[in-house]
């Protein structure tokens, strides 16, 4: 059984901080590319960023310059810093992984529960 624990986010002001981390727990092999997204009131889901297992990032335009992920292997934990932040960037931040489980052939994909951003202005 695999999962993906998210914590972090909360209230914050505009021009404000906030880190989020993903955790992936569980009996697996290794995790392979990861991303968070992000869906705001009434909007279709976006992705934020994404890192492969290599550390290849690409960032939304969007979040490019505010926004930081970092992933810790050791850990399996993916990271993402957001600084000044924005009222429109208030919304649900899920992430997502590709997960190598034992005796399959190619990854599978898991989301994490969610955690609410709530930037005021």
């Known amino acids: 059984q695999v999962q993906l624990v998210e914590s972090g986010g909360g209230l914050v002001q505009a021009g404000g901080s906030l880190v989020l981390s993903c955790a992936v727990v569980?009996?697996?092999?290794?995790?392979?590319?990861m991303a968070w997204y992000r869906q705001a009131p009434g909007k279709e889901l976006e992705m934020v960023v994404s890192?492969?297992?290599?550390?290849?990032?690409n960032y939304a335009v969007s979040t490019k310059g505010r926004f930081t992920i970092s992933r810790d292997n050791a850990r399996n934990t993916m990271y993402l810093r957001m600084n000044d932040l924005k009222p429109w960037d208030t919304a649900v931040y899920y992430c997502?992984?590709?997960?190598?489980?034992?005796?399959?052939?190619?990854?599978?994909?898991?989301w994490g529960q969610g955690r609410q951003v709530t930037v005021s202005s």
């Open positions: 997502n992984a590709e997960v190598i489980l034992p005796m399959t052939f190619g990854p599978s994909d898991y």
């Open positions: 569980g009996s697996f092999v290794s995790v392979a590319d």
């Open positions: 890192i492969t297992g290599s550390s290849n990032i």
